[in-house]
């Protein structure tokens, strides 16, 4: 028997590597997009959220029958509702008021049971979505705080799985590694690993929003969702996610977000792929880099997650027109746009 698992668990990760053939037509150097839209919970998270959980099983902050808490709008949440699905806990996932009925009815068809609270919040609010969690988990007996933000096994499991995925699906030739900076846990984990067996030879470049800090700008908000880095009004530190090792990366690119949206919707119309518009900001920074390239170069782009989970956004003419996309008008966001 081939490609058969004893579990859900065992079919994280193992995601195709799929050139990309009209986008990048011309351009110097071939580019390989990384389909984690293709895990079981439909994206790159499913990853970490495999890794945490079984790390916190080993050293014993969470023992059988538990209580697997965190704060998330999104993958994370459904990634760890899987994991902890199948090895018996209970989940409770504190989400933003503003996230979509679908991603809230997925998480319940997992079984989690989901908090909702005020989004908009600076990090500093006691209802702040992590705050919450936190204390939460706080009270639960039985209760283990995810923290993907601050969790160690979040980077790990990419030196563990996507880092050597990507070497041996390039037999060794990827030159260039580009992946969008949310938590930092998949630039950095990968990036780590293929700087590692490369002796330093892969660069690493990190794909941020234009006005995210991550890559210099100054924090207002933008439309791209779960990636870089933005300051809610009264926030007072900037503080970065401890799973985001800074010092992996050679480069960060950062990407507007007309460029990342249109790069989405051609990537479903030229390529076939529907991706999410992390993917799509992240894969119209490796066409950047890979313009100044040659053949013998090899750039590998992540597309986190599936544009499904966005169709009544960047695939929706009305949502474009509303936000100034169609017709040129384009504004920045407010931060109540962001629904
Ligand atoms: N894109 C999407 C759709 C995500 O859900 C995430 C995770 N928040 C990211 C990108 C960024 O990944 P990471 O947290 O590993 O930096």
């Given at each position: 028997?081939?490609?058969v698992?004893?579990?859900?668990?065992?079919?994280?990760?193992?995601?195709?590597?799929?050139?990309?053939?009209?986008?990048?037509?011309?351009?110097?150097?071939?580019?390989?997009?990384?389909?984690?839209?293709?895990?079981?919970?439909?994206?790159?998270?499913?990853?970490?959220?495999?890794?945490?959980?079984?790390?916190?099983?080993?050293?014993?902050?969470?023992?059988?029958?538990?209580?697997?808490?965190?704060g998330t709008?999104?993958?994370?949440?459904?990634?760890?509702?899987i994991?902890?699905?199948?090895?018996?806990?209970?989940?409770?996932?504190?989400?933003?008021?503003?996230?979509?009925?679908?991603?809230?009815?997925?998480?319940?068809?997992?079984?989690?049971?989901?908090?909702?609270?005020?989004?908009?919040?600076?990090?500093?609010?006691?209802?702040?979505?992590?705050?919450?969690?936190?204390?939460?988990?706080?009270?639960?007996?039985?209760?283990?705080?995810?923290?993907?933000?601050?969790?160690?096994?979040?980077?790990?499991?990419?030196?563990?799985?996507?880092?050597?995925?990507?070497w041996?699906?390039?037999?060794?030739?990827?030159?260039?590694?580009?992946?969008?900076?949310?938590t930092?846990?998949?630039?950095?984990?990968?990036?780590?690993?293929?700087?590692?067996?490369?002796?330093?030879?892969?660069?690493?470049?990190?794909?941020?929003?234009?006005?995210?800090?991550?890559?210099g700008?100054?924090?207002?908000?933008?439309?791209?969702?779960?990636?870089?880095?933005?300051?809610?009004?009264?926030?007072?530190?900037?503080?970065?996610?401890?799973?985001?090792?800074?010092?992996?990366?050679?480069?960060?690119?950062?990407?507007?977000?007309?460029?990342?949206?249109?790069?989405?919707?051609?990537?479903?119309?030229?390529?076939?792929?529907?991706?999410?518009?992390?993917?799509?900001?992240?894969?119209?920074?490796?066409?950047?880099?890979?313009?100044?390239?040659?053949?013998?170069?090899?750039?590998?782009?992540?597309?986190?997650?599936?544009?499904?989970?966005?169709?009544?956004?960047?695939?929706?003419?009305?949502?474009?027109?509303?936000?100034?996309?169609l017709?040129?008008?384009?504004?920045?966001?407010?931060?109540?746009?962001?629904?």
């Amino acid at each position: 028997m081939t490609h058969v698992y004893e579990s859900v668990l065992d079919a994280v990760g193992h995601t195709p590597l799929i050139r990309l053939n009209r986008i990048g037509e011309g351009i110097g150097a071939p580019v390989y997009l990384k389909a984690e839209f293709l895990n079981p919970g439909g994206s790159v998270k499913d990853r970490a959220a495999r890794h945490m959980v079984l790390a916190a099983e080993r050293d014993g902050t969470l023992r059988p029958g538990g209580v697997v808490v965190e704060g998330t709008s999104g993958n994370t949440g459904i990634g760890l509702a899987i994991v902890a699905a199948q090895r018996g806990y209970r989940t409770i996932v504190v989400v933003p008021d503003k996230t979509s009925a679908d991603k809230l009815a997925v998480l319940r068809a997992y079984g989690a049971e989901v908090i909702v609270t005020p989004g908009g919040l600076p990090r500093e609010d006691p209802g702040h979505v992590s705050q919450l969690a936190r204390r939460i988990a706080d009270e639960t007996p039985g209760a283990w705080f995810a923290n993907q933000y601050d969790n160690p096994a979040n980077p790990q499991a990419h030196v563990d799985t996507t880092g050597p995925e990507l070497w041996e699906q390039t037999a060794g030739r990827v030159t260039h590694y580009v992946a969008g900076i949310g938590t930092g846990g998949t630039v950095s984990g990968t990036g780590a690993y293929l700087k590692r067996v490369s002796d330093g030879r892969v660069r690493v470049i990190g794909v941020d929003p234009e006005s995210s800090t991550y890559g210099g700008g100054d924090g207002s908000p933008y439309y791209v969702e779960s990636i870089g880095h933005y300051l809610h009004p009264g926030t007072v530190e900037d503080l970065w996610p401890q799973s985001f090792h800074t010092d992996v990366l050679d480069a960060v690119e950062r990407v507007g977000d007309r460029d990342a949206i249109e790069t989405t919707r051609a990537l479903a119309r030229q390529e076939g792929l529907l991706v999410g518009a992390s993917g799509g900001a992240a894969v119209a920074a490796a066409l950047r880099v890979a313009r100044g390239l040659g053949p013998g170069d090899l750039v590998v782009v992540v597309a986190p997650d599936s544009g499904r989970n966005y169709l009544s956004k960047y695939f929706d003419d009305g949502w474009l027109l509303r936000n100034g996309f169609l017709d040129g008008t384009g504004t920045r966001p407010v931060l109540g746009d962001l629904v």
